[in-house]
């Protein structure tokens, strides 16, 4: 009763304080808490109520004192396709992990030596506000997509890790873009007059082009209906398809979409020496021609899949409905 009364007093003296009062008595908070953390490295700038915006996600990012750029441990997260809390739920602001969450798969480990240059220790700073947070270095975020992107390539990616490797894939083309327009502001001079969102904006406008690019084409129904027909389960229990999944699609869809498509396709986007391709092949589509074929047989696939009761007298109505094509090249690619 003790603790609640003093509690309600305390609220109702607060109540009478005037707003200057009130902002005086919360700038010597923060400059306790500065002091508290007088050990830490300290915020300079802020991107405050302007956030680096990644894809539609906002990112907060800070110049400490000592001139490093770090981006916090949050939003290096939510940049990653990871969820915002690190494993385990330890809190973001709180807990400091030797290890970075994204970097905590063992089948990464053999590549992290060779793709990061520098620590990967988190680094607890203060902010301009004079709150006490957990944040990496911006320049390990491309290094943490070449480690999934290698990862990808030498065929040693979890399938739960398939939908970080596509946002890595993403991020590298679009920072890339964004830093040599950057270079091009810093030698012209452009960067003088420029908006301070201007770089924001371009890398934003860059990510959602990706994202679109890497727009799921193929309807979940496409894939539940097959699994229907030949007798398995869906969703597997990891997520990931079976191999001959693939051989399904190219004979259901690109072989008979248009003459010549799938031998082209194979030229464009060819596996490597693990079998895996660098992109998938819908992307080589053109959105004007392509895609809305692509669609459009999905559609009338989709319809024989309902209307079939096994794998067998579906493959005879596609014979009959949407037979394969030749081999003269008519649809446009990209």
């Known amino acids: 009763m003790a603790n609640q009364s003093k509690a309600v007093g305390g609220k109702a003296r607060a109540e009478k304080l005037s707003p200057e009062r009130r902002k005086e008595i919360a700038r010597?908070?923060?400059?306790?808490?500065?002091?508290?953390?007088?050990?830490?490295?300290?915020?300079?700038?802020g991107s405050g109520e302007t956030p680096l915006m990644v894809g539609g996600i906002p990112v907060d990012c800070y110049v400490l004192d000592d001139g490093r750029r770090v981006l916090t441990q949050e939003s290096f997260l939510v940049a990653m396709g990871r969820a915002a809390k690190a494993k385990g739920g330890h809190g973001v602001r709180t807990s400091v992990d030797k290890t970075p969450p994204f970097l905590a798969a063992s089948n990464l480990k053999p590549l992290i030596e060779k793709e990061i240059s520098g620590s990967t220790d988190p680094i607890e700073f203060v902010t301009t506000k004079g709150v006490r947070i957990l944040g990496f270095p911006a320049e390990l975020l491309p290094q943490i997509c070449r480690i999934y992107l290698a990862a990808r390539d030498e065929g040693i990616l979890h399938p739960r890790q398939r939908h970080i490797a596509e946002r890595a894939d993403i991020l590298v083309r679009a920072l890339a873009s964004v830093g040599i327009a950057a270079l091009v502001d810093e030698a012209t001079g452009y960067q003088e007059v420029r908006d301070r969102q201007a770089l924001s904006a371009l890398l934003?406008?860059?990510?959602?082009?990706?994202?679109?690019a890497w727009a799921k084409r193929f309807p979940d129904e496409f894939y539940r209906q097959m699994f229907r027909l030949r007798g398995w389960q869906y969703p597997t229990a990891s997520g990931a398809r079976p191999g001959i999944v693939g051989r399904y699609t190219t004979d259901i869809v690109y072989d008979r979409l248009a003459p010549g498509i799938v031998n082209e396709l194979e030229k464009l986007n060819p596996k490597n020496d693990r079998g895996n391709r660098r992109a998938k092949h819908h992307q080589f589509l053109t959105d004007e021609v392509g895609h809305p074929a692509l669609a459009q047989h999905l559609h009338a696939v989709i319809t024989l899949m309902r209307a079939s009761s096994s794998w067998e007298q579906f493959k005879h109505l596609l014979d009959l409905s949407l037979p394969r094509k030749g081999d003269s090249l008519q649809l446009e690619l990209t």
Do not use: C, V
Not at 28 to 45: H, I, N, T, V, Y
Not at 204 to 212: G, H, K, M, T
């Open 28 to 45: 010597k908070a923060a400059e306790s808490r500065w002091e508290k953390a007088s050990g830490l490295p300290k915020a300079l700038f």
């Open 204 to 212: 934003d406008q860059y990510i959602n082009q990706e994202l679109a």
